[in-house]
């Protein structure tokens, strides 16, 4: 939100234009405590578009604006990584606090390894000013996540004067543009190579605070955060209600009155946490047997039927989708 404003600020407009509609004054941008909600993030950037006009360049302009430190605790989550694949991968499951807009999934050939953005859900009158914000954004930090001799590709949609606006800001990082997709893409050797701030227990406290923040965001409350974390912390083994309230030193009766007070329940959140860390795994192109182990099920068969529940299709054709 901060960066939207800044770009407003300085093509002219006041912040309080900025953030008409938004329902924010400018104190909230430098209130630590501000939970900003994307429907607000989309009204700023409207007001831009509609006092600068649809002009190409203004989204990557944003996107070079962009710092691990303007990303918060999922920018910072990420870079303590283990590896990159692990960096993305989280960074996918947390992406909403990262108001990318574009739905972000991993995608691994024999060579190369692709970071697929999806614009679909992007509201039209905004579509091209996020892809490009997007594109240059993530095509920023790959190189500071690995360092500069690293190669990047960016694969995008975009042409004309919107390509060369997203070329522009990006240095030496090649840009093929009128592609069928946007895709950042890296040789497939990088993605196991361990990142230089690798700190496990570092993000372990702050996918925790990616947990509360999402909770948040979403209207949750703190029970439901703790209870998502613990299970993300023991995926393999399944732990049920009664095991997660053993561990937060509750009744399970107590625990499941406290989450429906929250607006949810142990086995909404149970099957949420699993479900996106499916299509995750999934994504990457790992057999189905595999990752129903690394998510706890006993047998394909088992996983195969609560994938179906969850999402409506099958592993196999998740499996299937194009890169």
């Known amino acids: 939100m901060r960066v939207l404003v800044e770009v407003g600020v300085a093509h002219g407009m006041s ?20 939970v900003v909600q994307a429907a607000q993030e989309l009204s700023v950037a409207r007001n831009l578009i509609r006092e600068l006009g649809d002009r190409p360049g203004l989204g990557a302009e944003a996107g070079s604006r962009h710092t691990i430190g303007s990303l918060g605790v999922w920018g910072y989550a990420m870079m303590s990584s283990p590896t990159l694949r692990d960096a993305i991968l989280l960074g996918i499951r947390y992406v ?35 892809v490009e914000r997007e594109l240059v954004k993530i095509a920023h930090l ?17 042409t004309g004067a919107r390509a060369d606006a997203v070329r522009s800001r990006i240095g030496d990082i090649e840009l093929r543009s009128g592609c069928r997709r946007h895709r950042i893409v890296l040789d497939r050797d990088v993605l196991d190579l361990p990142l230089p701030n690798a700190d496990p227990l570092v993000t372990s406290e702050l996918e925790r605070e990616c947990l509360r923040l999402l909770d948040l965001r979403r209207g949750r409350g703190a029970l439901a955060a703790r209870v998502r974390a613990l299970l993300l912390a023991d ?47 999934l994504g990457t192109g790992l057999p189905v047997a595999a990752v129903a182990a690394r ?29």
């Open 15 to 34: 912040v309080t234009t900025c953030l008409i509609g938004s329902g924010l004054r400018s104190e909230d941008l430098t209130d630590p405590t501000t």
């Open 96 to 130: 909403e606090l990262s108001f990318a807009f574009v739905r972000v999934r991993l995608v691994e050939a024999d060579r190369e390894v692709a970071v697929v953005c999806d614009d679909a859900d992007i509201p039209v009158d905004v579509r091209a000013f996020f």
């Open 142 to 158: 790959v190189p500071i996540a690995l360092g500069p001799s690293v190669g990047v590709r960016v694969e995008t949609g975009l």
């Open 235 to 281: 995926l393999d083994s399944a732990p049920g209600m009664d095991l997660i309230a053993a561990r937060l030193h509750v009744d399970p009766r107590t625990l499941r009155r406290n989450l429906a007070a929250e607006g949810t329940s142990f086995r909404e959140l149970a099957d949420e946490v699993r479900a996106a860390l499916a299509a995750e795994l």
């Open 295 to 323: 998510l706890g099920f006993h047998d394909a068969a088992g996983f195969s039927r609560a994938y179906r529940r969850w999402t409506g299709e099958t592993p196999g054709r998740a499996r299937r989708l194009p890169g």
